[in-house]
């Protein structure tokens, strides 16, 4: 059975830094393409990061530069640091993984204000 888990989000100031983590189980990061996604109230989920095996990464226009996405394969877990946050990157944030078929966590939420 897989599972995806995540954590660290919660309650940040603008400009302020999360990293968020997901941890798999049941399946392998190493042979997946592994995503980051996000879904703000009254809004469809969106990309924000994604990185392929071979470790090749790609970010939505909002968050590069300020987002990173990376993978600790050792402990098959997956992060996704978000620097100089800003409030429009309030959301559910959702961890998902693919290889014959996608796999989502159950979100963690980010809430950026002051």
């Known amino acids: 059975q897989v599972q995806l888990v995540e954590s660290g989000g919660g309650l940040v100031q603008p400009g302020g830094s999360l990293r968020l983590s997901c941890v798999a189980s049941?399946?392998?990061?190493?042979?997946?393409?592994t995503g980051w996604y996000r879904q703000a109230p009254g809004k469809q989920r969106e990309f924000v990061a994604a990185?392929?095996?071979?470790?090749?990464?790609n970010y939505a226009d909002s968050v590069k530069g300020r987002f990173t996405i990376s993978i600790d394969y050792a402990k098959n877990t997956a992060y996704l640091q978000m620097n100089s946050l800003k409030p429009e990157d309030t959301a559910v944030y959702y961890c998902?993984?693919?290889?014959?078929?996608?796999?989502w966590g159950q979100g963690t939420q980010v809430t950026v204000s002051s």
């Open positions: 998902s993984a693919t290889s014959l078929y996608s796999y």
């Open positions: 990185i392929t095996p071979g470790g090749r990464a």
């Open positions: 049941g399946i392998i990061f190493s042979n997946s393409a």
